[in-house]
C-alpha cells in the first residue's frame, strides 16, 4: 500500500486562503500569495502536477499557431510570458529552434508562413533568434531526416522546459512553502462549504483506506478552484456557480528512441491541419500531439492514437525504418481544460467547435462567496496568473505588497563546489552533470556533490547517460514530498518518460533505494 501523507501535523487550522489544486496555476497561486504573507494551503488529491501540468509539450511558447486565428493579443501576451520567463529561469528554460517543413498540408503558401514567422518574432519585440527561410534544397541539407526535398522550410524560435513540466510545477511549489504555506499532496478536499466565518474544507488522505480516521477540518477565508480539468465539478460541488465553463481536449505524446539533434524542435502540419512535433528530451524524442474532444478528464493513450500519430511521423521523415508501436519507451495523454465564455448553453458548449476556442485563461470571482475560480490557461502564462490571483485576492481581503522577486531561480551554474566534485568523479561530462543537479536543486546540490565524494554508488547514474545520480535520487525521496515511486520517476525527474518499464524494473539498486524509503 502507498504510503499516506501526515495530515495530523498540519497544526494551523485557518489560513487566508486555500487553493484546490496543485497544477500550473494552482503552484503559482500559492507561490505568489505566501510570498505577500498571506496564510496559505494548497492541497491537490493527487501529486503535485499529477494530472494535465505532466502531460504538456514542454514547450514555453508565444503560440505563433494563434495568428492564425488572429489572436494577436494572445500572443502578444504569451510572447511577453515567455521573455520573462526566459529572464528568470535561465537554466531551466533554453531558446529553441523550430524547424518547420512547409510541404502541401501547411496552411498557406511558404511565404506567407515566413512573413507570419517575421510577424510572430516582431510581436514578441525581437527577444529571440531571427527566423529564416531555406529553399527545397536547403532544408534537406539543414534536416537529412525529412522525406522529401520538394518542401521548404521555416526556422523560428521559441523555448523549451530542459527538464519537464512537472518539474518546473514542483520549483513553484517548493517557492511556496519556503514562504510558509502549508502544502500537502495526496489530500482529498471534501465537504467544502461556505459558512458564516469563511469556507470549511475537511482533509483526508485520497490513499489511506480509512481516511474518516485521518482527516482534519480547516477554516479559509478565501477560496481558489485551481482544478484544471475538474474545476466545474468542483465549483458544484462547492455551490460556487460561475459564467464561464470549460471543455476538454485530449493530446497525447509518444516517447520514441531518438530522432533528431538536440538544438532543434521539427514541427509539421499533420493530415487534420494541426501543427505537429518533434521534441528532444533527454537521449529520446516526442512525437505528437493531437486533439480530440472529450467528455471525460481521465484519458488514455489508444491504439487509434498510436497509430495516427507513428502514421504522421513515418509519412514525414524518412527514417531507417518505419517506427511501430513496438518503438514507443512511453506515452503521455492529457486534457486541456478550454473555456467556454459566458451565454452558452450546456447544448451549445457540446456542440462548440472547440479548435476554435480561445487558449487564454480566465479568472473569475464571486465576490459573494469569497471565491476565485482559475480556468484554462497555460504554462507560459503562469507568471501573469500568479499576479492576477493576487490582485483577484485583494478584491476580497487585504493583501500585502507582492515582492517582485516572487518568482525566478536565477543561474546556479557556476557553483564551484559541485563544479570541482562533478569534474572528479566524471570527467568528460562532468559540466553535463553539474548543470543538471545545479539546474534542479540549486543551493541544494552542494549535498549531493559530497555524496558523489563520499560514497562511489551514490555517485553513479541511475541509468547511464540520464545526468541522474543515485545521490540526486535519494536528496528528492527525502526532501520533496514523495510518497510513490511514480512521484520521483515521472514527475521529480523525467526517467520514466525516456526509459521504459522493463529498464525500470530491471534496475535492482533502483528498487533497493525505493525499498529502503518504503515505496
Not at 115 to 123: E, H, S, V
Request: aromatic letters at 8%; one cysteine or more; charged letters at 25%.
Amino acid at each position: 500500500m502507498k504510503k499516506a501523507p501526515n495530515l495530523a501535523d498540519i497544526e494551523q487550522r485557518n489560513f487566508d486562503v486555500a487553493i484546490i489544486g496543485s497544477g500550473i496555476n494552482g503552484a503559482v497561486s500559492a507561490a505568489a500569495l505566501s510570498a505577500t504573507g498571506l496564510s496559505v494551503l494548497l492541497v491537490d488529491e493527487r501529486d503535485f502536477a499529477g494530472f494535465t501540468s505532466q502531460e504538456s509539450s514542454n514547450m514555453v511558447w508565444g503560440g505563433i499557431k494563434y495568428l492564425q486565428t488572429l489572436e494577436f493579443n494572445l500572443v502578444r501576451s504569451l510572447c511577453k510570458s515567455r521573455a520573462r520567463l526566459f529572464k528568470n529561469f535561465p537554466d531551466q528554460i533554453r531558446e529553441i529552434g523550430f524547424f518547420a517543413s512547409l510541404d502541401s498540408n501547411a496552411p498557406t503558401k511558404p511565404l506567407f508562413i515566413y512573413a507570419g514567422a517575421l510577424l510572430y518574432w516582431a510581436i514578441g519585440g525581437f527577444s529571440t533568434q531571427a527566423p529564416k527561410y531555406y529553399s527545397r534544397q536547403e532544408a534537406k541539407l539543414f534536416e537529412p531526416a525529412l522525406a522529401t526535398d520538394k518542401s521548404p522550410a521555416v526556422k523560428y524560435f521559441d523555448g523549451i522546459l530542459v527538464d519537464n513540466d512537472s518539474r518546473f510545477v514542483w520549483n513553484f511549489v517548493k517557492t511556496a512553502k519556503s514562504h510558509g504555506a502549508v502544502v500537502r499532496n495526496y489530500t482529498r478536499a471534501s465537504n467544502v462549504r461556505r459558512a458564516q466565518t469563511g469556507w470549511q474544507i475537511d482533509l483526508h488522505s485520497s490513499l489511506s483506506t480509512e481516511a474518516s480516521r485521518e482527516g482534519v477540518s480547516v477554516l479559509a477565508k478565501v477560496l481558489i478552484n485551481a482544478g484544471g480539468p475538474f474545476a466545474d465539478q468542483i465549483n458544484q460541488s462547492a455551490k460556487n456557480p460561475t459564467k464561464s465553463h470549460i471543455a476538454l481536449s485530449k493530446g497525447i505524446h509518444l516517447v520514441v528512441p531518438k530522432i533528431t539533434s538536440d538544438d532543434r524542435v521539427l514541427a509539421f502540419w499533420d493530415e487534420e491541419g494541426r501543427l505537429f512535433y518533434v521534441l528532444p528530451m533527454g537521449d529520446r524524442s516526442v512525437i505528437g500531439t493531437t486533439d480530440t474532444r472529450v467528455e471525460n478528464p481521465h484519458t488514455d493513450v489508444n491504439n487509434h492514437d498510436r497509430d495516427f500519430v507513428l502514421a504522421q511521423i513515418n509519412r514525414l521523415l524518412a527514417l531507417p525504418k518505419p517506427l511501430t508501436r513496438a518503438d514507443i519507451i512511453a506515452e503521455r495523454s492529457g486534457v486541456r481544460p478550454l473555456v467556454i465564455k459566458p451565454n452558452k448553453t450546456a447544448a451549445q458548449a457540446k456542440e462548440i467547435d472547440w479548435h476554435k476556442l480561445s487558449r487564454e485563461h480566465v479568472i473569475e470571482t464571486n465576490p459573494n462567496n469569497f471565491a476565485i475560480s482559475i480556468l484554462g490557461g497555460k504554462l507560459t502564462d503562469c507568471l501573469n496568473v500568479g499576479e492576477e490571483i493576487v490582485d483577484a485576492v485583494r478584491e476580497l481581503i487585504n493583501v500585502p505588497t507582492l515582492p517582485k522577486s516572487w518568482f525566478g531561480a536565477g543561474s546556479q551554474r557556476t557553483n564551484s563546489q559541485v563544479l570541482k566534485a562533478a569534474k572528479n568523479q566524471y570527467g568528460p561530462r562532468a559540466n553535463e552533470i553539474a548543470a543538471a543537479v545545479l539546474r534542479r536543486h540549486g543551493k541544494a546540490a552542494e549535498h549531493i556533490a559530497k555524496a558523489w565524494q563520499q560514497d562511489a554508488i551514490s555517485a553513479e547514474e541511475v541509468f547511464l547517460g540520464s545526468a541522474v545520480t543515485f545521490a540526486e535520487l535519494e536528496h528528492i525521496l527525502q526532501n520533496e514530498m514523495i510518497v510513490t515511486r511514480q512521484d520521483a520517476l515521472r514527475r521529480r525527474l523525467p526517467l520514466a518518460l525516456v526509459r521504459s518499464e522493463t529498464e525500470i524494473q530491471a534496475n535492482q539498486r533502483l528498487d533497493a533505494l525505493f525499498s529502503k524509503y518504503g515505496l
